[in-house]
């Protein structure tokens, strides 16, 4: 992961609570989900086959909930959910909320973890429905 957060944030456990965006935004191979539509198992607030879940399901944790990066990327607030990938940090926007990703302060972090993770070979790319972006630390 080549955020430069190794350390997770102190502070109060998170939880995902009511947010589905992990069961909507990304497409899930083994679910034969495509992007940006929800899981068939979704309903409004979570999985309706929780207990059953497959274990891609159980494995995944975004960078918010793993404490990784700070309290304003809840993934509710800031419509969007971040993830590492090897040396890519993953940003899917939700498409509903096109432009957030380019005001601060998320414009401003991404470009600091672009910057910092660029020496190590790391990069950070942005998915807006079918619109991809490398974030450049000079942007
Ligand atoms: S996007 Fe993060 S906070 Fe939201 S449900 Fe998935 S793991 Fe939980
Ligand atoms: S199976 Fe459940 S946890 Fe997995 S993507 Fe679908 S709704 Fe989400």
């Not at 955020?3 to 935004?25: E, K, M």
């Not at 660029?118 to 790319?125: A, D, L, N, S, T």
Request: glycine share 8%; aromatic share 8%.
């Amino acid at each position: 992961m080549p955020i430069p957060v190794s350390q997770p944030i102190a502070g109060p456990a998170r939880r995902c609570g009511t947010c589905t965006l992990c069961c909507r935004l990304p497409d899930i191979e083994e679910l034969d989900k495509p992007a940006n539509q929800p899981c068939r198992h979704c309903n409004q607030t979570g999985c309706r086959i929780y207990e059953a879940r497959p274990q891609l399901c159980r494995d995944f944790l975004c960078l918010w909930m793993e404490g990784h990066i700070g309290p304003e990327w809840h993934p509710q607030d800031s419509h969007m959910m971040v993830y590492g990938q090897g040396a890519q940090v993953t940003v899917l926007v939700d498409p509903a909320f096109p432009d957030v990703w380019q005001r601060p302060p998320y414009s401003d972090q991404m470009r600091r973890w672009a910057s910092q993770a660029e020496p190590k070979g790391g990069y950070v790319i942005v998915f807006i429905g079918d619109t991809v972006v490398k974030i450049s630390p000079q942007m």
